[in-house]
Structures are given as C-alpha cells and as structure tokens.
C-alpha cells in the first residue's frame, strides 16, 4: 500500500526557517511525481511544489519560488520542503501528495495525513 508520513511542523517564530519530510512506501520512489500542498485555516488548497522522483526535476507555485526547496533523497525515499523566511501567512497544514500516474503530472492522487506548520511570535 502507498503510505507518505510527513513530519517536522511546528511552531516558528516569523522570519525562521523549517524543514519538513515526507517519508514514501509502498511503491517505486523514482517512478513518480511527487507535491507538498497547503491549506491555511478557513481557505483551500494551495499547491507549493513537485519534484519527480527520477531525476529531480522541480516545479514551484510562482508565490514561493525562492523562499521554498523541495528536495529528495531517492535512498531513503523521502521528499522535503525546505521553508525559508516564513510568514504567519505560511500557518497551514502542510501534505504530501503523490501523483495517481508514472513518469507524469497528473493528478493528487495519495495523501499524506499533514503536518501542521505554525509561524507566529
């Protein structure tokens, strides 16, 4: 069975950075893209980023390109977001997506259970 476990929210004061991970199973980790999506309190999703697990290739929302990394560590099957300079608006629970088709960007297929990510002083 697919699984994604995310970790690593919390609570960041304005300005501070966090790193959060999404550990994969249950299916071929290079084969796949693979998403963080956000959704603030009261508001809908927001896609953030995707990168493909073959060769890396990374995709970015054009609102965060340069304060946001995603990243992937194929040997440990893990995706992660690095967030930078984070605002209280970034307050969200965050999750990881993959993609329902190989090798191509399709749809937000399986979920990860989320993580809450909490930039307030």
């Known amino acids: 069975d697919v699984q994604l476990v995310e970790s690593g929210g919390g609570l960041v004061q304005p300005g501070g950075s966090l790193t959060l991970s999404c550990a994969a199973s249950?299916?071929?980790?290079?084969?796949?893209?693979m998403y963080w999506v956000r959704q603030a309190p009261g508001k809908g999703l927001e896609w953030i980023a995707g990168?493909?697990?073959?060769?890396?290739?990374?995709k970015y929302a054009d609102s965060l390109k340069g304060r946001f990394t995603m990243s992937r560590d194929t040997a440990k099957k893990t995706v992660y977001l690095q967030m930078n300079s984070l605002k209280p608006e970034d307050t969200a629970v965050y999750y990881c997506?993959?993609?329902?088709?190989?090798?191509?960007?399709?749809?937000?297929?399986?979920w990860g259970q989320g993580t809450q990510v909490t930039a307030s002083s």
């Open positions: 997506v993959r993609d329902k088709e190989v090798s191509t960007i399709s749809f937000l297929h399986y």
């Open positions: 249950g299916f071929i980790f290079t084969s796949y893209w």
């Open positions: 990168i493909y697990g073959g060769d890396g290739t990374t």
